[in-house]
Each structure stands twice: as C-alpha cells, then as structure tokens.
C-alpha cells in the first residue's frame, strides 16, 4: 500500500490567501484525522471524520479552518484567509477499527509557510 | 481530559549505550498508551501500544516500554541504541471507554540524539 499520500509537501503563500491542503488515506480506512504541528504547541488534533462523517473539530483554532472529507479516498483543510501564524507542518493520518482505531498511519505532512 | 508529559525534551546518548525516555500521563478514566517516532522530514510511525494485558509491551526497532499504573508511567526504553534511532519520540494517550476514543493527545516530544 502507499500509505497515506498529503499534497502538496511544500506550500509558501501570502497573508491572506486561500490554502487548500490534500490527504487521500489508506484504502479501506474509515478514520481519518487532521493534526498541526508546531514547536510552541507540539502535535494538536484538529478534526476526525468517521466513515467521511466529521466527528469532532473541536480542534479547529478558528472560523478561517475548515475541512471536508467527500468520499472515503479524499479530504481536504482549508485556510481562507491565511495568516502567518498558521504557519505549520499539517499532518493527515489514517487508521480503521479493525485494528481498534488505535493504530494511526501518518502521512508525510504538509509545511505550510505563510509570509 | 487526558494530558501527557515527556519529562525530557532533549536526550543525548553514545550509540550502544541503554537510553529510557519518560513519559507520565494524567487521566481520570481508563486510557490506551502509545509511543511514536518521527524520523526528520517524515510523518509519524507507531513504536508500540498498550491497550490491556502485560503490562511490557514490546515494539519495533527493539524498543520496549512499561505501563505503571500507580505512577501514571509508560517510559520507553532500549537496551543499545544506534545511530538510526536519532528522532523524536511522541508519547500518546487516548481513554479506552465512552466517545472519541480515538482522539490521540500528544506529548511534546523527546528528541533522541545518537553520537557515534
């Protein structure tokens, strides 16, 4: 399997901008969680879909977040508008109950830059 | 709510030498504990899990951590370290009863630094 695949890898932009970040999660996974990752906050969940279904965003620092999961092969964050402060390494992972939904795969991440 | 902490954020080791990393967790119910590593550049991969049963459990790469209860502990530990082991290490909890129990709640982080 691939694992789970995040796009882009990179992202620089301006203030203010739309920033739209992308996971497609392992096949057959019905979990899927948006983490951010900064060194003054450490690893923070933003928000968890259940079979495309958001459970709990609490996570979300505000109004500007938002994320979406269409179909089970897909997910999106977005970042409207941007702000320097959201500066971060924004990380999808994945898992599925069959292994008791404890066992996260983890993509890549994204290291968002917004100057 | 559940908290962790990882008492160390640097450790320094010379390769082949024992290292443990600390983790003590706060939690009023029951939880699941985890230890992660994070390569540079690269997402998180699972070290182990402690779900129930002994309370040693033992993961990959050679690594092994205890769940003490009384302490609120899950330190990791690995008897003779290499220089891939060099990363971070995330220790992790989520409450094993009731809703969301598959939110994670992280530690800061223990960055493991291997010297030849």
């Known amino acids: 399997d691939a694992g789970v695949i995040q796009s882009p890898r990179h992202e620089v932009t301006e203030m203010g901008q739309e920033v739209t970040l992308r996971c497609k999660p392992i096949?057959?996974?019905?979990?899927l969680f948006w983490y951010r990752q900064t060194m003054m906050r450490g690893l923070e969940l933003l928000i968890y879909?259940?079979?495309?279904?958001?459970?709990?965003d609490s996570g979300m620092p505000e109004d500007r977040f938002s994320a979406k999961m269409p179909n089970a092969s897909f997910s999106t964050l977005k970042i409207q508008p941007s702000e320097p402060r959201d500066s971060a390494v924004y990380f999808c992972?994945?898992?599925?109950?069959?292994?008791?939904?404890?066992?996260?795969?983890f993509g890549p991440g994204t290291r968002l830059t917004v100057t | 709510a559940q908290s962790v902490t990882q008492l160390d954020s640097q450790v320094p080791v010379f390769e082949e030498a024992p290292v443990e990393l600390r983790c003590n967790y706060s939690?009023?119910?029951?939880?699941?504990l985890f230890w992660y590593v994070q390569y540079p550049n690269q997402g998180l991969q699972l070290l182990l899990k402690?779900?129930?049963?002994?309370?040693l459990v033992k993961g990959i790469n050679g690594f092994e951590a205890e769940f003490n209860k009384s302490q609120t502990s899950f330190h990791l530990r690995k008897p003779s370290v290499h220089i891939s082991d060099t990363a971070e290490y995330f220790c992790?909890?989520?409450?094993?009863?009731?809703?969301?129990?598959?939110?994670?709640?992280f530690g800061k982080g223990t960055l493991l630094t291997v010297n030849p």
């Open positions: 096949s057959g996974h019905d979990y």
């Open positions: 879909f259940n079979n495309n279904v958001p459970i709990d």
């Open positions: 992972a994945s898992s599925f109950l069959g292994a008791g939904a404890y066992e996260q795969y």
């Open positions: 939690s009023s119910v029951s939880v699941y």
């Open positions: 402690y779900l129930s049963g002994s309370t």
């Open positions: 992790a909890v989520s409450r094993n009863s009731g809703g969301s129990n598959y939110k994670l709640t």
